[in-house]
Structure formats: C-alpha cells, structure tokens
C-alpha cells in the first residue's frame, strides 16, 4: 500500500490503493488528508505537540527479565563479547545511540543487526560512501502521477533500529541529516516535521585506522553518540567456536524476535524512575566536570555528557535488577559514555594517547 503523512499532523500511515485520490481522514487527527493545511497567522505562536508516555512502565525485576532475554539471544550471534552485548542493551533502554568503532571484520555490523533482530523492531541500513546526498538517508519529495501532488518518500531513516555503516565515509553535508533524528527524534522537510517512531536508535559503525576517502565525525557529531563502544579482537577458543557456528547457516539468518517494540518502550520508560541519590549525582557531575579542567583536555565533557552518564547509570541499574543508582555503575560506564566527547591537547598526546587514558586517570582521583 502507498504510504502518506498526513500534512496536518505529520503523522505517517498507509493508504489502499483503491483510496489514492480520494477523501480520507487522517488515522492521527481524523483530517482529511485532502483538505489543504490550515495557513499559520504571521503572529500566531507555533503550538508543539508533545506526546505522552505509556501508561504502563516496567519496574526494575521486568526490565532485567526483558534486557536478559535479549542478551541470550544476541550471544547466539556474537561470541565472547558480553560487556560490549550489554553496553549495547544499555544504550537501548537509555533511549541513546551507540557508535562502534573498530577495525574491520570484527563484529560490528552484526552486533547491531543482532540487537535489532531481537527487539522486534523495524530496522534499515544506510551504507556511507562519499556520494551519498542527504535525501538518499531522509528521504525526498516525488510527484505521484496518479494524483498530481507531491508527496514524502521516506528515506531509510524512518525506521525505528537503523544501522549507519562506515558513518565516516560520508560527507559532512550528509553526515548532518542525522542530526535533528538523534538529538530530537523528528525529521523537519519543506516545513514539515515528521515524528521517528519509538523506540528510534542510531547505531554507527567507523574504523579508526584507515582515513583515505574519509570525513572524521565533527565534536556536534560525536556529542549526540551516548556510546562508543570497541569490540576487539577474539581469543582463540572464541574464533574457533566462531567457525564451529557457521558450518551450516549463519546464526544472524535464524534470529527471532525475543520481544516487542511497545515492550521496549515501557522499559524505556521504567529506566526514568530507577532512583538517583544526590551523592551518586555529586558524584557523577564531579567526574564530568574534572574533564573540563583537566590540563592534558582542550574540551572536556558537555552538560549532555552528564546527562547520558546519568541515564545510562539508570539502565545499567535497571538491567541488573536494582531499584537504584550506585557509584560502580557509574564508573563502570565512564570510558564508554565521556571519552570519545573530549579533545586532547597536541602536547598531552606522549602521555594521553587518547580520551580514555584521561578517563581512568580522573577516575582514580575522585
């Protein structure tokens, strides 16, 4: 069936193919989406809407039941990484997204594709090269002959799991389209804002090492990453169960579902009331704020920083069981959610080698 968005609402939905050109209401707002959009008076405020949450929400016993459902079955794809499978299910319930940086053939395209595969959500894949123009990841206007009007393709970006690979091999200009989907969950053409389905998540892949034909993530870019996570090569014993696995059929082409999207939403929601002591927050802000005072820094940590560090310690909370928020959870998730935000000095980098040596050093002083 064609799909439509409704110019009233913004609302995406389907249409019957015996109903294209004719009256029909809007399943959002019951608008005929026929019927021009109502014109804005030049001194009219712009009214948003604001969506409200599930009724519904999951305690912290419900939230690891459902995060362990979804690392059992990822570990049917993904051999020996546990950490970087339940880094991964943080940044999911944490309503973030995630950038894994790699060198090729480790894993990364399929841990994404894994965790999309279990969670039961919609899922596309946006392969980077540097001729890729922002309509080819948004979308882009066409003229249906049918009807003479001109209406939204979506682009691979209308999705709820979408999969950005080798996200450095597209230009800045393209790279930029991603933007307002990862910071505010809308995509804005023509004067039109159309809302991203929830859950909606962004998971990035990059390798660091070769930069020919490449543009490097600009700060604004990596900022909107609540993660980046490394996988690393296997041990041994790891590659051979690797091979042992694919014999006959690779295990990502039988991958189920384990659970739903609405389900996903209300662990999302569950992961806002696991409970924050003001000495943990104390604790948290101090970590971030030593990033910007550090000498080896040029630019420490933003205030987003603080706030990813604060969400994410609520979701590893959530998955483990508990009703709250503890300092180990919070180091724990430090190297992960604060050390591709910071910038070092040219002359640190003999005794810095990157973010992360920053990181640890900070870690051990408060």
Known sequence: MPKRVCSHCGHPFEIPDAKVGEHFPC????????????????QEKIKLTVTAPPVETYQSD????????????????????????????????????????????????MLS?????????TFKRIQCTPDLQPEHVVGDFTLDPSTGRKDFRFGPLFSQMVLVDEINRASPRTQSALLEAMGEGMVTMDRVTYRLEKPFMVMATQNPIEQEGTFRLPEAQ?????????????????????CRRVQLQHPIETLAAVTTAEEIVKCQQGVRGISVGPEVCDFLVALTRA????AALRLGA?????????????SLAAIQGQAFVT????????????????????????????????????????
Do not use: W
Request: charged share 25%.
């Open 291 to 294: 990033t910007r005072e550090h």
């Open 113 to 121: 594709r894994a965790v999309a595969q279990s969670v039961g959500c």
């Open 62 to 109: 419900q939230l690891a039941g459902v995060a362990r459902q979804i690392i059992r079955n990822v570990e049917r794809v993904i051999v020996g990484k546990p950490d970087q499978i339940l880094f991964a299910v943080v940044g999911l319930f944490a309503e973030g997204h995630i950038l894994f940086e790699d060198v090729p053939g480790v894993a990364k395209t």
């Open 222 to 242: 990596m900022d909107r990453f609540l993660l980046r996570l490394s996988l690393g090569y296997p041990g041994a014993d790891q590659e051979k169960e690797m």
């Open 27 to 42: 399943p959002s707002c019951q608008q005929d989406i026929l019927m021009p959009r109502k014109t804005r008076a030049p």
């Open 302 to 314: 933003s205030p987003r920083g603080s706030l990813g560090l604060y969400r994410a310690a609520q």
């Open 327 to 366: 300092p180990d959870h919070v180091r724990v998730l430090l190297e992960p959610v604060l050390a591709h935000r910071l910038l070092l000095r040219r002359e640190a980098l003999p005794n810095y080698p990157d973010g992360a040596a920053v990181i640890r050093e900070i870690a051990r002083t408060i």
